[in-house]
C-alpha cells in the first residue's frame, strides 16, 4: 500500500522541531514561560486550531504547530515607521508572504495617504478619525465590508458586530465562509443547528469513528492523542482521504516514554483513498449496504425506534440509494464494492459511531450535500444525541466558531437582532449582507468603497488570487488590524491603514485592570484566555479597544452604546453577551471556573429545530463529475509547516518535501501516462467562466493519490480557484476540487 511502514506521525521528530523552532524565535527562557501556559486554566487559548482541552490536562497541553503558532506571534523584531521608511509597498510586493510575516510585530499605527506608495506613522486619534470619516461619507453603510479572523475573541467580535450593525449594515463576512460554512448550512438544514453535537467525553466511549476530508496529523495534531485514546481501548477508525496522510496511519505520542523511544500507533482500521468529489459516491455506497443488510435481517440494523420518532425521509432515501448501481459508485468513488462493505461493516457493528471531517469536504461545489449525506449515514443507527456518537466538524482557527455564535454572519436571525436592539437600543438593519464571495464580487464592482479587516490575511486566503487582490486595490480604503505583517498589506485600497493589535500571547490591561477574553472550541466549550507577555509595544491595543475606539470615531457622542465603558471592563460585555445570546446565562461566572462551561445543543438532546422539529434525511445526488482527456482534479493542501495562511518554513515531513512549496502530487501512473518525470517542471492551468487561471514552475513529486487526482499547497494554488466557483449552498469556495490540466513548463520542455 505505502512505503510509510514504521513511521509515525509526532513523536521524537515533533519534539526536536517544536524545540528548535520555539526557541530560535522566542528564546530559551521565554519559550519555556509560553509553553507551559498555552491551554491551560489561567493561560491563554493557542491561536492555532479549535481541538478542545481535556478535562484532565497535562502539563504539556499543545502541539508542534500550537507552539510554531505561539512562537510565531511572540517572536522578536519590529515593524514600525522606520521600516516602512525604508520600503515602498511595490517593493514589499515583491517579497514572499513568508518573508513579510517574519519581520516581525507590527508595533505602531500606519497610513499610506492616497497616490503614496508608501506607509507613514500615523497617531491613533488621527488613523480612527480618517477611518471614522470615511465611514460617514458613504452614501451607505453597505458600502462597507468587515471582514472577521477566526482567531478574534468573543468579546471583540460581540462589539464589532454590533458596531457594524450599529452603524447599519450586515456585511460581515468572516474566514468561516471560505472553509466550515458548508457545514452550518449542510447541518443547519438537516438538524437544526450548525455545530458538531460531540464532546471530547464521547470519543471515549465510541465504538467507531470515520474522519472524512480531515488530516489531523498537520491541522489538528492533538487530535491524534485523542484517537489513539480510543483505538487503544478497541475503537474502530475508518479513514476517507484522497491522500495517505502519515498522521491517519501512524502516531508516536510525545508525551509517554516509550513513544519516545519510538514505539507507536496504528490508528486507522480501514484507509479508504477516495477520488477528490467522490464522498457522496462512497457514502451512498455504505448506506446502501446498510440497507441490504437491514433487508437481510429486518429490524436489527436501522434504528427504528429512532428513525420513528425523530427523523422523516427514510422511504425517499432508501428507495434513491437502491436506484443508485455499483458500478456508478464505485466508478466516482473509485473505491471498490468490497471495501464499501467493510466501512459499512464497521459501522453496522459499532454501538456508537462519530463522524469528523474538515475542509476536504466542505469545499466542493457539493459541498453542503457532503455534510448531509454524511449525517445520513449516523441518523440510520440513531448516531446523533447519544454518548460516544455524533457529528464533530473539526474546526481549523480557534474562535471562528464562536465568531459566530457571537453574531458575525452575514445573514443573522431576525430574534438574534430584535434582542440585540433591545439591549442597545439601535436599530439593526434587517436585509442581509455580504459573504465572502459577495464581498470580492462587490468590491470589483465598485459598490464597496471601504474594506476592514479584524485580523486574518484576506488577500492570500481569497479564492482567484489576482482577482481578490485587484478587489481590494479598487476600494478607496483598506484598514487591517493586524499582529504581523502579511499579504493583504502590500495590496491596499487607494486609502491604507494597518492598526497593531494585541495577540493572545500578550497581557491586557484597561484601565488598570487585567482583563481576559473568551473562546469556543470545536465542540462548544467556552472558556478564558489570558496572555502572559508584555507587549512588544505601548501603542499596541486590544482588539476590544480599537473596535470601541472606531465605534466612538465614526458614530460619535450621539451613540447610545457605551464603547469606552465595556473597553474598561471586558465582564460589562460578557453582561451583554449573556443577555442577547442563548446559553450563556451567569456568563462571567461560569467562565471563571476550570474548563468554562458547554453552550447548549439541541441536537445533541434530540430535539430538532427544523420546520418539523424531526431530523431531516436527504436524498442528495451524486457529484456527477466527468473529466476531458488530460483533465485532472485538484485539491489545495496545507503543509506540515504552516497554519492556514501563515509559513513556518519550507518542509512537510510527513510528505518528504523539503526547501519548497511549488509542488503539484501526483500519482505515479499519471506522471507516466503524461510523459512527466518526478522532478519535472508544470504549470498547472485552470478555465473557468473563460477565463485561464495558470500557476507556473510547480515541480511534480510523486504521492500516493488516487488516479486524475492532484495535490497543491495552499495558498499558492489560490489563483487557480474562480471566484465564481463555490459551494451550493454556502457559497464555500471549490479550493478542493478544481478542474485542470498540466502542462510541462516552457523552460523544461525546451531541454
Request: proline share 4%; net charge negative; charged share 25%.
Amino acid at each position: 500500500m505505502s512505503d510509510d511502514s514504521g513511521r509515525a506521525a509526532a513523536g521524537l521528530g515533533a519534539v526536536l522541531r517544536t524545540l528548535a523552532r520555539t526557541t530560535s524565535a522566542t528564546g530559551a527562557l521565554r519559550t519555556a514561560r509560553l509553553l507551559a501556559r498555552i491551554n491551560q486554566d489561567g493561560g491563554f487559548d493557542c491561536p492555532g486550531c479549535a481541538w478542545p482541552e481535556p478535562g484532565d490536562r497535562s502539563f504539556a497541553e499543545f502541539c508542534e504547530n500550537g507552539a510554531k503558532a505561539v512562537a510565531h506571534e511572540a517572536g522578536a523584531g519590529s515593524v514600525d515607521a522606520e521600516f516602512f521608511a525604508s520600503h515602498t509597498v511595490t517593493g514589499l510586493r515583491s517579497h514572499e508572504d513568508r518573508w513579510l510575516e517574519a519581520q516581525g510585530r507590527l508595533v505602531e499605527p500606519v497610513w499610506m495617504a492616497p497616490g503614496s506608495d508608501r506607509y507613514v506613522a500615523i497617531s491613533w486619534e488621527d488613523a480612527l478619525a480618517r477611518i471614522g470619516g470615511k465611514l460617514r461619507s458613504l452614501a451607505s453603510p453597505d458600502e462597507a465590508v468587515f471582514y472577521t479572523s477566526g482567531r478574534t475573541s468573543n468579546e471583540a467580535a460581540f462589539l464589532y458586530q454590533l458596531f457594524a450593525r450599529a452603524l447599519g449594515t450586515n456585511n460581515l463576512p468572516d474566514c468561516s465562509n471560505m472553509c466550515h460554512e458548508s457545514s452550518g448550512t449542510g447541518l443547519g438544514e438537516v438538524l437544526g443547528v450548525g455545530k458538531g453535537t460531540v464532546s471530547l467525553d464521547d470519543f471515549d466511549e465510541a465504538d467507531a469513528i470515520f474522519i472524512l476530508g480531515q488530516n489531523p496529523g498537520t491541522n489538528h495534531p492533538r487530535m491524534l492523542t485523542t484517537l489513539q485514546r480510543a483505538k487503544e481501548r478497541g475503537a474502530k477508525i475508518v479513514s476517507i482521504n484522497p491522500l495517505r496522510e502519515l498522521g491517519l496511519v501512524r502516531f508516536s505520542n510525545p508525551q509517554r516514554p516509550l513513544d519516545l523511544l519510538g514505539r507507536s500507533t496504528e490508528l486507522t482500521d480501514l484507509y479508504l483513498q477516495v477520488r477528490i468529489g467522490g464522498d457522496i459516491a462512497l457514502l451512498k455506497g455504505i448506506i446502501k449496504h446498510v440497507f441490504e443488510a437491514e433487508d437481510a435481517a429486518p429490524g436489527t440494523v436501522l434504528d427504528h425506534a429512532f428513525l420513528d420518532a425523530h427523523t422523516s425521509g427514510l422511504e425517499a432515501l432508501r428507495e434513491h440509494v437502491a436506484a443508485a448501481s455499483w458500478e456508478e459508485l464505485e466508478a466516482e468513488s473509485g473505491i471498490r464494492r468490497a471495501e464499501m462493505k467493510q466501512a459499512a461493516a464497521i459501522y453496522i457493528h459499532a454501538g456508537s459511531v462519530i463522524a469528523c471531517w474538515a475542509m476536504g469536504l466542505t469545499q466542493h461545489r457539493h459541498g453542503v450535500a457532503n455534510v448531509r449525506e454524511i449525517t445520513n449515514l449516523l441518523l440510520l443507527r440513531g448516531n446523533i444525541g447519544r454518548p460516544g456518537a455524533g457529528v464533530c466538524p473539526v474546526r481549523g482557527h480557534s474562535n471562528v466558531q464562536g465568531d459566530r455564535t457571537m453574531g458575525i454572519w452575514p445573514y443573522p436571525m431576525p430574534e438574534f437582532l430584535d434582542r440585540l436592539d433591545a439591549e442597545f437600543g439601535i436599530a439593526s438593519p434587517r436585509q442581509q449582507g455580504l459573504d465572502t464571495v459577495a464581498a470580492l464580487g462587490a468590491m470589483r464592482e465598485g459598490r464597496v468603497k471601504v474594506f476592514f479587516a479584524m485580523g486574518g490575511n484576506f488577500a492570500a486566503a481569497a479564492p482567484d488570487s489576482a482577482r481578490a487582490a485587484e478587489a481590494l486595490g479598487l476600494c478607496e480604503m483598506t484598514v487591517h488590524v493586524s499582529t504581523r505583517l502579511n499579504r493583504s498589506h502590500v495590496v491596499p485600497g487607494a486609502e491604507s491603514i494597518i492598526l497593531p493589535a494585541l495577540g493572545r500571547t500578550d497581557r491586557d490591561v484597561q484601565d488598570g485592570k487585567r482583563q481576559f477574553v473568551t473562546v469556543e472550541d470545536s465542540m462548544s466549550m467556552v472558556h478564558r484566555s489570558e496572555g502572559t507577555l508584555a507587549p512588544a509595544s505601548l501603542q499596541q491595543r486590544s482588539e476590544v479597544a480599537i473596535v470601541a475606539g472606531l465605534a466612538r470615531a465614526t458614530l460619535g457622542p450621539k451613540s447610545a452604546v457605551a464603547w469606552e465603558e465595556m473597553a474598561a471592563d471586558y465582564d460589562r460585555i460578557r453582561d451583554s453577551i449573556e443577555h442577547v445570546i442563548a446559553g450563556f446565562d451567569d456568563f462571567n461566572h461560569r467562565v471563571r471556573r476550570p474548563g468554562g462551561f458547554r453552550l447548549p445543543n439541541t441536537a445533541r438532546d434530540r430535539r430538532f429545530a427544523t420546520g418539523d422539529g424531526r431530523a431531516h434525511l436527504t436524498v442528495n445526488a451524486l457529484a456527477g463529475i466527468r473529466l476531458g482527456d488530460g483533465e485532472f482534479l485538484l485539491m489545495t493542501i496545507r503543509s506540515h509547516d504552516q497554519f492556514n495562511t501563515t509559513v513556518y518554513g519550507l518542509d512537510d515531513v510527513y510528505r518528504g518535501i523539503t526547501g519548497e512549496r511549488d509542488v503539484v502530487f501526483m500519482n505515479r501512473e499519471d506522471i507516466e501516462a503524461a510523459g512527466l518525470a518526478a522532478g519535472d517542471r508544470i504549470d498547472v492551468v485552470s478555465v473557468f467562466g473563460g477565463i485561464e487561471r495558470r500557476i507556473r514552475r510547480f515541480r511534480v513529486a510523486r504521492h500516493e493519490i488516487p488516479r486524475r487526482c492532484l495535490a497543491a499547497y495552499f495558498p499558492e494554488a489560490n489563483p487557480l480557484v474562480a471566484l465564481e466557483d463555490f459551494a451550493q449552498g454556502s457559497r464555500t469556495p471549490a479550493y478542493k476540487s478544481i478542474r485542470v490540466t498540466v502542462e510541462k513548463s516552457a523552460a523544461d520542455a525546451a531541454d
